[in-house]
């Protein structure tokens, strides 16, 4: 009976609590419904707010505040850009041959910043407009009078009317593209700068110094071969133009550097006599020659009066710190401080099937000779590439600069004649520059080689060097573990959120 009752009394006990905690269940929805309903409110009331400000904040405040939040500061213009604009002696027009409205402004807009920037350091020296030539035909005929440059529409020109030199900008020459093995282009860098900044300096010249490259003699094509070392030049106001030996009298007189890339043929007794007569009267000479069977009895006579001679040893290095991946032949050679590399950069520039330039002792007061590359002690040279030929371990020599002052009479001539030898051709080769770009030496030694051939004082070397997007793209490892991480990031990882946010779903709604 006690047991009964017992029971009854908790019976009456849980009715009487059934109608309480209903109420109480009953508030406790109306307050998450209130909750609920408050958050989605402001949530909205925020996001809304929010693009007011932006909206206001943008139409304010959006031209004078805007931060280059990418890599390298791809859309900001460095500190040589800032020392040239600077600088400037004219007026420069920069104008983009489209309208603002068009779809190549959309194409342009993240440079439209970087250009305001040269327009606001430049101490009122720059304009900025944006003009379609279709609607005011006028224009290409004040800066292309001549109709020689010919821009085209959506390209940028560079104009200075004191000079009246125009330099026309297209696409491929702001931003940097290659193909995939999917045959897809994809950007792979930022150029503007480099190329706005060279073309303000080419049109604020009066004059424009020229650089020719042989041809005659199975010389490397170096539109193609050495197509970045082009564009550096010729952002650093230089002409390139070519220039076949065989079939000219004498070395044009606007010619201030000759570069002979990799030669496969001796020149003629002609020839010599022909470049000769042009270094004596103050002409530099760049020659690039990797190893091969190919001997050089006139080219090295040449080069006797400058106490060079070009090898016919194939260079290894057989000190592991300094061979690229384990290769003897792909040597990480040595610069030392000297009149083109300001302070020693070691193991940091990369040479591939060198020969050895040899240094002739025929010692004279008016010749100074300098080693531009050098392997480390234990540099080894292969007689006429024979590898059971060699000579002891030791410096050996990839690269030497010769200045000639013995033709100088202060009247004529004013210049030293100067030639600089590299032992390989490799070593600007368009594909170990889009491989490795600036983090290896070889693209500055090309331009601080440049300027010294062409007299130029250190205060003008001023070389702006591409800017490369961050990839986090994998580049490294073997197809496997490529497929296996996207399969991981795209699938595994998904689904397993997915799972969890489900869980949580289910636990919360029994709550």
Request: hydrophobic share 40%.
């Amino acid at each position: 009976m006690r047991k009964i009752f017992g029971n009854r009394d908790n019976s009456k006990k849980a009715e009487n609590r059934t109608p309480s905690g209903t109420a109480q269940a009953t508030d406790v929805d109306k307050r998450n419904l209130s909750l609920r309903n408050y958050s989605v409110v402001a949530t909205i009331m925020f996001i809304v707010l929010a693009l007011i400000v932006n909206i206001v904040f943008d139409q304010m405040l959006g031209n004078k505040l805007k931060w280059d939040w990418t890599g390298n500061k791809m859309y900001s213009i460095g500190d040589v850009t800032e020392e040239i604009i600077g600088s400037l002696k004219y007026d420069v027009e920069v104008i983009g041959l489209f309208s603002e409205d068009s779809q190549y402004y959309s194409y342009y807009a993240d440079l439209i910043p970087m250009l305001e920037e040269y327009v606001s350091k430049s101490n009122g020296k720059i304009t900025l407009d944006f003009v379609d030539p279709d609607l005011n035909p006028e224009l290409l005929k004040r800066i292309d009078p001549q109709d020689v440059v010919k821009p085209s529409i959506g390209s940028f020109v560079v104009f200075c009317e004191t000079t009246g030199k125009l330099k026309s900008l297209s696409q491929g020459d702001l931003y940097s593209f290659e193909t995939t093995q999917y045959y897809e282009t994809v950007m792979t860098g930022i150029i503007a700068e480099q190329s706005l900044s060279g073309a303000i300096r080419y049109v604020q010249s009066e004059t424009t110094p020229v650089i020719y490259f042989t041809s005659g003699h199975d010389e490397i094509d170096h539109a193609s071969q050495y197509q970045t070392m082009v564009s550096l030049m010729t952002n650093s106001n230089y002409e390139v133009k070519s220039l076949e030996l065989l079939g000219v009298e004498a070395i044009p007189e606007d010619c201030t550097i000759l570069i002979m890339a990799d030669p496969r043929k001796d020149i003629t007794a002609n020839e010599r006599g022909m470049i000769e007569e042009w270094l004596q009267k103050g002409g530099s000479l760049m020659i690039m020659s990797s190893f091969n069977t190919v001997e050089f009895p006139e080219l090295n006579q040449l080069l006797e009066e400058f106490n060079i001679e070009i090898s016919a040893d194939r260079l290894r290095d057989e000190a592991p710190d300094n061979q690229y991946q384990q290769d003897m032949y792909s040597m990480r050679a040595n610069a030392p401080a000297g009149l083109v590399t300001a302070s020693a950069i070691d193991r940091y520039t990369l040479v591939l099937n060198a020969r050895r330039i040899n240094r002739l002792m025929n010692e004279r007061d008016w010749v100074q000779v300098e080693t531009i590359l050098n392997t480390s002690e234990q540099g080894v040279a292969e007689v006429n590439g024979n590898t059971e030929e060699t000579s002891a371990q030791a410096v050996q020599n990839i690269a030497l600069l010769s200045e000639h002052s013995g033709w100088l009479d202060g009247d004529t001539v004013k210049d030293p004649a100067r030639v600089l030898v590299y032992g390989s051709s490799d070593i600007f080769r368009e594909d170990i520059i889009q491989a490795f770009g600036t983090n290896l030496y070889n693209p500055t030694l090309f331009y601080n080689s440049i300027s010294w051939l062409a007299g130029d004082v250190e205060d003008d070397n001023l070389m702006i060097s591409p800017k490369v997007p961050v990839s986090y793209a994998i580049t490294s490892g073997s197809s496997t573990t490529i497929v296996v991480t996207a399969v991981i990031v795209m699938l595994v990882l998904p689904l397993a959120l997915l799972i969890m946010a489900l869980a949580v779903y289910r636990k919360r709604k029994h709550l």
